[in-house]
C-alpha cells in the first residue's frame, strides 16, 4: 500500500486511522516510504562516487595527515555499502509483495478466490515476514 494516505491504508484493512497511525510509527513506515524513492543501485552509486571524490582530494593534496583521515572515511563508507547489500533482500522482498498485491487486487475483479480477506491474510503475513526480516536483517 505504498503511496497511499493513512485514511485509504485504514479502510483496506478495517482498522482506524489511529492504528494504521501507531503502526507507522512502531514500525518506521516512513522511513521505509523514504528509501524507496531511491534504489539501491543508485545509492551505492553515489556512496562510490563520494569514495572517488576523496581519492582524489587525497591525490590533489599530498598530504600524509589527509592520507590518515581517508582511512577512516573509506571504512565507514565501505561499511555503508555492505549494509545495503545486507538490507538489499529486504527491499527486493517488499517490491516482491507489493508487485504482488496489486495482481491480487486486478486478480479480485475477475476471481471470486481472491477475496479481499484473502488479500488482507496476505498482506498480514507479507507485513509479519518483512518485520522479522528487517529484526534478524537477514532472509532465510
Known amino acids: 500500500m505504498s503511496g497511499m494516505e493513512m485514511t485509504e491504508i485504514a479502510d483496506k484493512v478495517d482498522v482506524s486511522r489511529v492504528t494504521i497511525s501507531k503502526w507507522c510509527a512502531a514500525d518506521g513506515w516512513k ?3 523514504a528509501a524507496k524513492t531511491i534504489t539501491r543501485p543508485e545509492l ?3 556512496l562510490l562516487s563520494t569514495i572517488h571524490k576523496l581519492l582524489v582530494q587525497v591525490g590533489d593534496a599530498d598530504d600524509p595527515a ?3 583521515g581517508l582511512a577512516d572515511k573509506l571504512s565507514k563508507l565501505a561499511a555503508v555499502i555492505e549494509k545495503l547489500d545486507k538490507k538489499a533482500n529486504v527491499v ?3 517490491e516482491v509483495f507489493k508487485s504482488l498485491t496489486e495482481w491480487l487486487e486486478r ?3 475477475t476471481d471470486p ?3 479481499p480477506e484473502l488479500i488482507k491474510m496476505i ?3 507479507q507485513d509479519k515476514y518483512i518485520i ?3 529484526g534478524s536483517n537477514n532472509l532465510n
Request: no cysteine; glycine share 0%.
Open 66 to 68: 589527509s592520507a590518515a
Open 31 to 33: 522511513e521505509a516510504r
Open 44 to 46: 551505492v552509486n553515489m
Open 92 to 94: 527486493d522482498a517488499i
Open 107 to 109: 486478480r479480485a475483479a
Open 132 to 134: 522479522e526480516s528487517i
Open 113 to 115: 478466490d481472491v477475496t
Open 123 to 125: 498482506n498480514k503475513i
